[in-house]
């Protein structure tokens, strides 16, 4: 198993690939340089503290951090990565965070070490915005070696995932994916899940999807499994896969918060449990979310806590865009006795918006419009709030 998943990368064979041509790049053009002198006496701070200020609007706290990793003299080449990045429509911002996160890049070689991985990820159909988003937050990409690192790991996610575009989609999702060790993490985790019963399919569903899962220490990757075994997933089930994403993507004490967040509702740690294997999703909801979906079916809708046990589903959908819009309907249709407050919830606030118009709005001619306009004003006054 282990010789299948790094064969990729132990025979060698993408040592030596070709990067797409750079006249079928459109987006590619050398940088035409502005640079940007900034005066430095002995009695001011040093250049590169007033350089990372004055051109990136970084603090000073954050930018004499920086300068601990970087030390230059003159903006010619800082100015230089800059005025690449922009070429590249990087916003301020973004070049300010993979500058914040990643100080030694200003000092790179833009031909020789920044210029070509571009070009790879360009020819693998990643856009500009895309490349813009993945490089700012994982700036560690222009650290790796193209032909030793990148390259391998990107091919290794191909043969696994059997496509080109869904690694593509599995990278965008979570760039780290290509700068973490492969032999001594990746694809141990990927053997574990397979020792552990878990289907092939359910195992690529989670590299897709949420790559992360499979980045982590082997030893703690199997304590998870270990945990998600006793709670009593069944491997088979893809429910189990995303059990081991949400164990994987919280600490310890960052579980319990939320554990006593649903407490806080009536709930007991049993039925937390519970409520984790109906749908695991809702552990992934941050603890204010919890809290705001708990208080809108309680205090809003006047609804037992027993309502959220017993659809957790219900903590994964948006407040904003779902539940407090039906909910302003739901009311005047449970204050007119259309519907009885014993209906399920899933079919009130789970179904397509299309499919809830049909159903509940619709039907009741008199005041659809009424109901509409409520939907709708709902919808709006909350989009102008953000």
Not at 11 to 37: E, V
Not at 39 to 45: G, L, M, N
């Amino acid at each position: 198993m282990f010789y299948f998943l790094c064969k990729t990368i132990r025979n060698g064979r993408y040592a030596n690939a070709t990067p797409l041509p750079i006249h079928k790049l459109g987006f590619l053009r050398p940088p035409s340089l502005s640079l940007k002198y900034i005066s430095s006496t002995p009695d001011q701070q040093p250049f590169a503290v007033s350089y990372l200020i004055n051109a990136l609007g970084l603090s000073p706290e954050v930018a004499v951090s920086a300068s601990r990793y970087v030390s230059f003299e003159t903006p010619e080449k800082a100015d230089s990565v800059i005025n690449f990045f922009k070429s590249l429509a990087f916003s301020e911002t973004q070049i300010s965070n993979l500058v914040r996160r990643l100080p030694t890049v200003l000092l790179s070689d833009t031909n020789k070490t920044l210029f070509p991985k571009i070009e790879f990820f360009a020819s693998k159909g990643i856009s500009r915005l895309d490349l813009a988003k993945m490089l700012s937050g994982c700036p560690a990409l222009l650290k790796r070696s193209l032909e030793k690192k990148i390259i391998p790991s990107f091919d290794f996610f191909k043969d696994l995932l059997q496509s080109e575009d869904k690694t593509v989609q599995a990278i965008k999702r979570s760039p780290g994916i290509l700068v973490f060790d492969l032999e001594t993490c990746v694809a141990p985790n990927i053997n574990t899940l397979r020792e552990n019963g878990v289907p092939e399919c359910h195992i690529l569903t989670l590299l897709k999807y949420q790559p992360r899962s499979l980045m982590v220490n082997p030893v703690r990757f199997r304590e998870i499994i270990k945990e998600v075994n006793e709670i009593g997933f069944n491997p088979l089930r893809l429910k189990f896969s995303l059990a081991v994403f949400a164990f994987r993507a919280m600490t310890k004490s960052t579980w319990e918060s939320k554990v006593d967040a649903y407490k806080k509702w009536g709930w007991s740690e049993d039925e937390v449990f519970v409520a984790f294997k109906r749908h695991p999703w809702c552990m992934m909801a941050s603890k204010d979310k919890i809290m705001g979906v708990m208080d809108f079916f309680v205090n809003k809708m006047s609804l037992e806590p027993s309502v959220v046990f017993k659809r957790p589903s219900l903590v994964s959908l948006s407040l904003e865009k779902r539940l407090i819009p039906r909910g302003l309907v739901v009311q005047v249709l449970f204050a007119k006795g259309f519907v009885k407050k014993d209906i399920s919830m899933s079919s009130l606030f789970e179904c397509p918006d299309e499919t809830f118009l049909r159903k509940f709005v619709m039907p009741h001619k008199e005041e659809a419009s009424e109901l509409l306009k409520l939907y709708r004003e709902g919808i709006r006054s909350l989009e102008m709030k953000r």
